[in-house]
């Protein structure tokens, strides 16, 4: 009855491939997110959508696109994985994108070798 | 234990001694905050939140202090558990723009 799953947990991988990450939320909530936390542990915000559409799109590379099928799951895509990729990726879901609390998946090792 | 000043990135406590860790937030117009607890290998976990029309606000064992004046968010643990050995966020957003800003973390060991 996990609340925001992520697949895979940990993900290792060659330079230039590309990979996906799942997500789902069985909150029932409207918005969910995508934040990428680097090796000293600063969390950054990367997308969010908001009952499928996209609410935020920070200043990410264009090799990065979210995919929200549903509310319910937002999947990412990443061509071309580059060694700066590497880093620790976690979803997040919240009841609304409007000053509520953001639940956190369990995050995703990626290390891009 | 208390992390004095704007940030430190580490804080020591004996086990039953009361934690403070603070954070200076950065934008002076965000209007919600709420501190995260991270564990290893897991995501961060809602601890408390506070509204800027409040200065206080207490959970279970936590207090979250808010100074709009100077921009400082403080969380104070009562009675610190090993089980509180963990990173803590405080995060920063505008209501009406939820782009939920995180701090640089506060990691947490508590001594037996």
């Known amino acids: 009855d996990t609340a925001v799953s992520q697949t895979p947990k940990y993900l290792v991988t060659q330079m230039g491939n590309d990979k996906s990450i799942k997500c789902e939320q069985n909150l029932g909530h409207d918005t969910m997110y995508w934040y990428k936390q680097d090796s000293k542990k600063f969390l950054k915000i990367m997308f969010s959508y908001n009952n499928k559409e996209l609410i935020i799109n920070e200043t990410v590379p264009n090799r990065f696109s979210p995919k929200s099928p549903d509310k319910a799951h937002l999947n990412l895509h990443i061509n071309s994985l580059e060694l700066g990729d590497s880093a620790v990726y976690f979803c997040?879901?919240?009841?609304?994108?409007?000053?509520?609390?953001?639940?956190f998946g369990q995050g995703t090792r990626l290390t891009v070798v | 234990g208390e992390s004095v000043g704007l940030h430190l990135p580490t804080l020591s406590v004996q086990e039953g001694d009361n934690s403070i860790i603070n954070c200076a937030y950065s934008?002076?117009?965000?209007?919600?905050f709420i501190w995260y607890k991270q564990e290893s290998g897991k995501g961060p976990q809602f601890i408390i939140d506070i509204r800027s029309n409040m200065d206080k606000r207490q959970g279970q064992r936590v207090t979250v202090l808010l100074n709009k004046t100077v921009k400082h968010l403080s969380l104070q643990i009562a009675a610190t558990q090993p089980g509180d050995s963990a990173v803590y966020f405080c995060?920063?957003?505008?209501?009406?723009?939820?782009?939920?800003?995180f701090g640089a973390g506060t990691t947490v060991t508590v001594r037996a």
């Open positions: 997040a879901s919240s009841l609304t994108y409007q000053g509520t609390e953001a639940f």
């Open positions: 934008n002076s117009a965000s209007d919600y």
């Open positions: 995060a920063e957003t505008l209501r009406a723009d939820y782009k939920l800003s």
